[in-house]
C-alpha cells in the first residue's frame, strides 16, 4: 500500500470520529462526565507517549537534535497562539451570541482538523510506524474533542443532528491539510523532521495545558488513581505500538 492510501485511509478514520455524537442521538446519553474522564485520561497518556517515544525520537535520529528541540518549543508557542485566538478546544464563554459562538467554534475546529491532516501526512512521510503512531494518538485526542465540540454546538443553539453534519464539515478539513502537505513536503523532505517536531510540541501542550487541567478540577483519591492509571495505560498503547509495529 502506498504512503498516499496510509495517509488517506487514516485521515478518514480520524475525520469519522467528528460523528461519535451520534452516540448520545441513538442511546438518549445525557450526561458524558464518567465516559469523558476515561477518554480524556487516555489521551493524555497517548499523546505524551507518542510525543516522547516516538515523534521525538524518531526526529532526533534524522535531524540535529538542537533544531528539534527549538522546533519542540516553535509547536508549543504555536498551539498556543491558535488556542487562544480560535478557541479550538474549549468555547465555553456562555455569555457569547449563540450564532457566533457557534460559529467561531466551527471555525477553530476546522483550523484543529486541518492541521490534524498536515500531521498525519508529516508522519507518514517520515516512516509507517511513525504515521501510525500518530494516528493512533490522534484518534485518542479526537474521540473527546469531538464529543465536546458536539456539546458545545447544541448548547449553541444546533439540533442534534445539525451539529453531527456541521462537526462532520469541520472534519473533512483534514484531508486538505495531509494533501497540501503530502504534495508540498514530498519535495522537501529535509524539513519533514521539524514538522514532525513541531507536531510533538503541540501533543505535550494539549496534554499538558488542556486535557490534564480538566482531569484535575475534581480531587478525589480514587480518581486520581483511576487517572493514573488510565494515563499509563495510554503511554502502554503507544509503547506496545512503537515495539510491535515496526518498518
Given at each position: 500500500m502506498s504512503t498516499l492510501s496510509h495517509i488517506l485511509i487514516s485521515v478518514f478514520i480520524v475525520s469519522a470520529i467528528s460523528l461519535i455524537g451520534i452516540v448520545t442521538v441513538l442511546f438518549k446519553i445525557k450526561s458524558l462526565d464518567k465516559l469523558f474522564f476515561v477518554l480524556v485520561s487516555f489521551a493524555v497518556g497517548a499523546l505524551l507517549g507518542a510525543a516522547f517515544l516516538d515523534l521525538l525520537p524518531e526526529s532526533i535520529k534524522a535531524a540535529e537534535p538542537f533544531w528539534v528541540f527549538v522546533c519542540v518549543l516553535i509547536g508549543i508557542l504555536f498551539f498556543l497562539l491558535m488556542e487562544s485566538f480560535l478557541y479550538w478546544y474549549?468555547?465555553?464563554?456562555r455569555e457569547c451570541?449563540?450564532?457566533?459562538?457557534?460559529?467561531?467554534?466551527?471555525?477553530?475546529?476546522?483550523i484543529h482538523n486541518f492541521f490534524d491532516g498536515v500531521i498525519i501526512a508529516?508522519?507518514?512521510m517520515s516512516g509507517a510506524s511513525i504515521g501510525f503512531i500518530a494516528t493512533i494518538a490522534i484518534i485518542f485526542h479526537e474521540i473527546p474533542r469531538e464529543l465536546g465540540d458536539y456539546g458545545i454546538l447544541v448548547f449553541g443553539g444546533f439540533s442534534k443532528w445539525k451539529a453531527l453534519f456541521y462537526n462532520f464539515l469541520t472534519a473533512i478539513t483534514a484531508f486538505a491539510g495531509a494533501l497540501c502537505a503530502y504534495f508540498f513536503l514530498d519535495k522537501f523532505k529535509t524539513y519533514i523532521p521539524y514538522?514532525?517536531?513541531?507536531?510533538?510540541?503541540g501533543f505535550i501542550y494539549i496534554s499538558l495545558t488542556d486535557l490534564i487541567p480538566e482531569l484535575g478540577k475534581k480531587k478525589m483519591l480514587s480518581r486520581s488513581l483511576a487517572q493514573f492509571g488510565l494515563i499509563a495505560l495510554g503511554i502502554g498503547v503507544i509503547l506496545a505500538g512503537k515495539i510491535f509495529f515496526k518498518e
Open positions: 474549549h468555547c465555553h464563554d451570541k449563540v450564532h457566533e459562538f457557534n460559529y467561531l467554534c466551527l471555525m477553530g475546529a476546522s508529516a508522519t507518514y514538522l514532525v517536531s513541531i507536531a510533538a510540541g
